[in-house]
């Protein structure tokens, strides 16, 4: 599975024509970013793995704070893509003036391999 497309493909619908970024922040706001972490297998026998699992960040940086519409659209698609909801959080970073909103996913997924099996 690709998943930075995956991922991509999930939440462009539903940004509406905001700036989405794999791993940086957009100059401009309010964008939205995402990054992968914690990939590693969940299902293995035989040396082989069978299933990987992983967690997806994704972030709604804002000048105003006002990313909840956003928030609630982002884990509504997330959710129906098949992610399970994490939790969230949100932070100020006032040398700058951003908020930031961070909401985490999980997922399990079948691992592929070169030979389609």
């Given at each position: 599975?690709?998943?930075k497309?995956?991922?991509?493909d999930?939440?462009t619908?539903?940004?509406a ?5 794999y ?6 706001r309010?964008?939205?970013?995402y990054?992968?972490f ?11 793995v069978?299933r ?13 704070g006002?990313?909840?519409t956003?928030?609630d659209?982002?884990?509504?698609a ?12 949100d932070?100020v970073?006032?040398t700058i003036?951003?908020y930031?909103?961070t909401?985490?996913?999980?997922l ?6 070169a030979?389609?099996?």
């Open positions: 599975m690709d998943l497309k995956h991922v991509k999930i939440l619908p539903v940004i024509g905001k700036p989405l970024a791993r940086v922040r957009s100059k401009d309010p964008c939205v970013s990054h992968f914690n990939i590693r297998p969940s299902l293995h026998g035989d040396g082989k069978k990987k699992e992983c967690q997806c960040q994704v972030d709604i940086w804002t000048d105003n006002d990313h909840l956003l928030a659209a982002i884990t509504g997330m959710l129906k893509a098949g992610w399970l909801y994490v939790g969230e959080d932070e970073d006032t003036g951003v930031q909103n909401i985490v996913f999980y399990d997924y079948k691992m592929e391999v030979d389609g099996k």
